[in-house]
């Protein structure tokens, strides 16, 4: 997927011979676009924002345009912020 990194992989049940399938849990993609927090006092509220790879999800208003975030790729909902890795 452009834009994203892997996280960890998971194997299913049918894959049986070498030509197995691999797929991860989470997902970490960049924020390309979204608004600015709105000034709520509701701590449930969500915003639609533009993915770097073009999947649909909400996110809470906290989130930036710039920002890392992780994806469960099962249910496809916003997880948490990607914490920076140690260099």
Request: with cysteine; proline share 8%.
């Amino acid at each position: 997927m452009r834009g994203g990194r892997l996280g960890p992989a998971r194997s299913y049940g049918w894959c049986l011979h070498r030509n197995c399938a691999l797929f991860p849990d989470v997902l970490e993609v960049k924020i390309a676009d979204t608004a600015p927090a709105a000034q709520q006092a509701a701590d449930a509220a969500c915003k639609p924002p533009k993915l770097a790879n073009g999947v649909d999800i909400m996110v809470p208003q906290f989130v930036k345009t710039g920002d890392l975030i992780r994806l469960d790729l099962e249910n496809m909902r916003y997880m948490d912020r990607a914490r920076a890795k140690p260099v």
